[in-house]
């Protein structure tokens, strides 16, 4: 299993910082999100910035970067400035 771990608004509603999920990449990582913790986390989880293995999963293959049972996947909340 892949270690987890949410910053900001989604630690708050997943109740955790860290916790550890199945799934062969991004996508299936994020269905588990949406299973245990409903549909807002789901969300949030996929507007944020997704590092796997402090890589940018945007900068690889998106929702399709592979996870490996020993990878660490964060989600990290996108902010904005003006």
Do not use: W
């Amino acid at each position: 299993m892949a270690t987890v771990r949410y910053h900001g608004r989604l630690a708050e509603l997943t109740g955790c910082r860290e916790e550890s999920l199945d799934g062969a990449n991004v996508s299936k990582v994020l269905d588990q999100i949406k299973k245990r913790h409903g549909a807002e986390a789901g969300k949030l989880a996929k507007r944020s910035h997704i590092l796997v293995d402090k890589r940018s999963a945007g900068a690889e293959k998106g929702f399709r970067t592979p996870v490996g049972v020993d990878s660490t996947v964060e989600f990290i909340p996108v902010c904005g400035g003006g």
